[in-house]
């Protein structure tokens, strides 16, 4: 199961790699643009790169357990954001009132800033498709920390397995919380299973 899982990651990283050029923003003209026009290019590049790996988790979950993402493109004090949320847990892309700089903002991490090098764009040193990626995953280990059980040997979730990054987070916070995987099995549904667990040190 854990092989079929890795192997959902070498496909994912051969299609951030297949996608690289389209992490790039006006490659030509990246010089002779003002810096107002490049931090347009940038906000337009953090959203359309949001959208589509938020597309690619969500084909993999539930009608009621969706990531989801909100532009707010007129925030009180005058700046932007865009808000991505899973089971009421959330972080967010902020764009100032003066347009020209971008920061993610995690509560579990602070603030990290969004920059442009060259003519691609890195969070916090990170090409900004796998530090998106970083993010939502935080994201879904905080929504799912709060896995328990009324102190039975076992637990059993039930997840799909169309998305890899969902399954490992629920398999590490179950470790976290004191249960040790056992064996996962099919359901009616092909792209679900469910995986058992048990309390690691009872008999």
């Not at 931090?39 to 690619?56: G, K, M, P």
């Not at 890899?164 to 179950?174: G, K, M, P, R, Y």
Request: include cysteine; charged fraction near 30%.
């Amino acid at each position: 199961m854990l092989r079929e899982l890795h192997s959902e990651h070498d496909i994912l990283a051969a299609r951030q790699h297949i996608r690289a050029r389209l992490r790039e923003f006006a490659d030509a003209a990246h010089d002779a643009r003002s810096h107002s026009e490049r931090a347009d290019d940038a906000w337009r590049l953090v959203q359309n790169v949001l959208a589509e790996e938020i597309a690619e988790l969500n084909a993999g979950l539930e009608p009621g357990a969706q990531i989801t993402e909100r532009d707010r493109l007129a925030l009180p004090d005058g700046g932007q954001a865009i808000e991505v949320t899973y089971r009421g847990h959330t972080f967010a892309i902020l764009r100032p009132k003066d347009r020209l700089s971008m920061a993610l903002v995690d509560e579990s991490v602070g603030r990290l800033p969004v920059e442009s090098v060259g003519s691609k764009l890195f969070i916090a040193g990170e090409p900004i498709g796998q530090a998106i990626l970083v993010a939502i995953r935080r994201l879904v280990e905080r929504a799912t920390a709060g896995i328990t059980t009324a102190h039975g040997r076992y637990m059993a979730l039930e997840l799909s397995t169309t998305c890899a990054t969902t399954v490992e987070a629920a398999l590490n916070l179950a470790d976290q919380n004191g249960f040790r995987f056992v064996e996962s099995y099919r359901t009616h549904d092909p792209e679900r299973r469910v995986f058992l667990f048990k309390r690691k040190g009872s008999q």
